[in-house]
């Protein structure tokens, strides 16, 4: 978890901050149980929550566009508990005024918040997970998401441990060979507890077999060459810079690395642990869409995914139908 003392602490009320809505008035002697929660005996173990809703948050004040996402997330999942992460100065703005009261706060180092490099690392971090361990899932909406459905449970009933909108071949945007892999994390619905299983691997990260003989050293001297990668697989066999905690290491010493942390879970984490459960593309399409939305769509029988990803950047045009442009008078 978080440490308290970097917890944004009072709202204007005196309540905590970095405790959701309603578990706040669960605290207060109500009798209402947050979704998804099972009732548990006095004296017992605290069940897990089923989910909360993660919205990193990089500036204020948001953008139309980013406006209309938060209208989306209000207006569907509203009855979630529902988390900012931000630096904590940002989110000390938060607190010290009433818009988003009706989000918990979770502050992390403003490092995290500074690049989409900084961002990506933060998703690849123990800390993160640890934070939302009260729940068994959580639900990434980053402020270019869209929802439109509010059966956020019956995604989470699927018991997978990650599932974001499917990427196509080689990332790119053309969907002729269909969808390749799952997948993008701007709207992605992860198991903590799984995500932690892969952070603290203890597995190799790469097969030596194939890691040894890549080196360009010695490519004129075949002897030398020979027993080089034979000394390289030796050491990578033993776990020598080939564990994910020397990999998150060298992600951390050197910001510059180009890194995208949904690459890393649907490329990297079964090999870190086998049973990690990944949606196929051909499911994520029900979930999400990102990319070529025309096609996905179509490919989803012509029905709307639970949400999307980048509306405003991949086909708007498509989108336009289906926003929230403003408010609706009975909310």
């Not at 959580?138 to 599932?163: A, G, R, T």
């Not at 002729?176 to 932690?196: E, I, K």
């Not at 051909?282 to 869409?289: K, V």
């Amino acid at each position: 978890m978080v440490p308290r003392s970097n917890v944004v602490e009072a709202s204007a009320t005196g309540e905590d901050r970095d405790v959701p809505p309603r578990v706040r008035e669960d605290r207060r002697g109500g009798q209402s149980m947050a979704k998804g929660e099972s009732p548990v005996a006095p004296g017992s173990a605290q069940p897990k929550r089923l989910v909360a809703i993660v919205t990193p948050l990089h500036r204020l004040p948001l953008a139309e566009d980013e406006q209309v996402s938060m209208r989306h997330l209000r207006e569907y999942l509203g009855q979630f508990d529902r988390f900012l992460v931000g630096p904590e100065g940002l989110l000390r703005s938060v607190s010290e005024g009433g818009e988003y009261s009706d989000f918990a706060l979770r502050p992390f180092p403003e490092r995290f918040f500074e690049s989409v490099q900084g961002y990506s690392r933060l998703l690849v971090t123990q800390e993160f997970y640890r934070a939302f361990a009260a729940y068994e899932y959580i639900l990434i909406y980053q402020l270019d998401c869209l929802v439109f459905s509010k059966d956020l449970e019956e995604w989470c009933h699927q018991e997978w441990d990650y599932v974001g909108a499917p990427l196509f071949k080689d990332y790119g945007d053309d969907p002729a060979a269909g969808p390749w892999v799952v997948g993008n994390g701007g709207l992605s619905l992860r198991r903590v507890a799984s995500a932690l299983g892969v952070l603290t691997s203890v597995r190799l990260l790469d097969d030596p077999k194939e890691r040894g003989p890549k080196t360009e050293r010695f490519r004129s001297a075949p002897l030398l060459r020979r027993v080089l990668v034979a000394l390289r697989t030796f050491l990578f066999q033993r776990g020598f810079h080939n564990t994910v905690g020397w990999y998150l290491g060298e992600l951390e010493k050197h910001p510059d690395i180009y890194f995208q942390e949904d690459l890393f879970w649907a490329f990297r984490a079964r090999r870190l642990a086998p049973e990690f459960n990944i949606a196929s593309p051909e499911q994520a399409l029900g979930f999400s869409f990102e990319m070529a939305p025309r096609y996905c769509y179509q490919a989803n029988a012509s029905r709307l995914p639970f949400g999307c990803h980048a509306w405003a950047k991949y086909d708007r045009e498509f989108w336009e139908p289906y926003l929230l442009k403003r408010v609706r008078p009975d909310k």
